[in-house]
């Protein structure tokens, strides 16, 4: 059976949360997580994301983060142990691609930073070129992208919802629109009729001194 926890807190880890006294306060949290699927909420906020974050470890140990994005929607969840999406070559240093033939395992990190909510999940990813396998390109490909060149797969092994704090709010263009349109929409029927308003007042000043 595997939780976050038994991925994440190694006995260096252990270690750490024993010095500032955060040892097994989360115990019970995780074992109430051992082998959890994605749920609806958790399948939704990724299936909603633009923007995500990818780790891997080379052969000697570095880690490597990349972002990828792209519209809501690209990121897909094949099934509730399953997430995946397209990929391209990009400058083609091909750093994940090969961390992953050395080591599959994978962090990802996906952020909704207008309502500060993070998500986080460990995983073994495998990345193909799309010739390697027509149908899941088929099923990640997202209309107006382009040609898919590689698609990504990962087994998601443990996922936790990550703390809010110090999540700066920032918010992309469609949900701008969202939030400001309606008041836009409201100010500018105001504006209209005030104007109206103004022209028929000044008409109305008109008449009274124009001589008969």
């Known amino acids: ?25 989360y115990d019970a949290r995780y074992q109430a997580k051992q082998d959890e699927p994605l749920g609806q ?26 972002h990828r994005g792209g519209p809501a ?16 070559l990009g400058n083609r240093q091909v750093i994940t691609k090969g961390n992953l033939a050395g080591d599959d395992r994978i962090s990802v990190f996906a952020i909704d930073y207008a309502r500060q909510t993070r ?21 990640l490909s997202t209309e107006g992208q382009g040609r898919v060149q590689r698609v990504m797969r990962i087994r998601v092994a443990a996922w936790d919802w990550n703390c809010p704090q110090f999540i700066t709010p920032r918010f992309a263009t469609a949900e701008m629109t969202a939030l400001v349109g309606p008041e836009l929409s409201r100010l500018e029927t105001r504006n209209t009729e005030l104007e109206a308003e103004v022209a028929k007042l000044r008409d109305q000043l008109r008449t009274r001194h124009d001589p008969d």
């Open 41 to 66: 909420p958790e399948q939704a906020f990724l299936a909603a994301r633009t923007t995500l974050y990818i780790a891997t470890v080379n052969s000697i140990g570095w880690p490597y983060i990349q």
């Open 119 to 139: 998500l986080k999940l460990q995983g073994h990813a495998t990345l193909l070129n799309a010739e390697e396998a027509p149908d899941l390109v088929a099923q």
């Open 73 to 88: 929607g690209f990121l897909k969840v094949l099934d509730p142990f399953t997430i995946g999406f397209a990929d391209y």
């Open 1 to 25: 059976m595997t939780s976050y926890a038994d991925i994440m807190f190694t006995p260096d880890v252990l270690a750490q949360q024993a010095e500032v006294g955060s040892k097994g306060k």
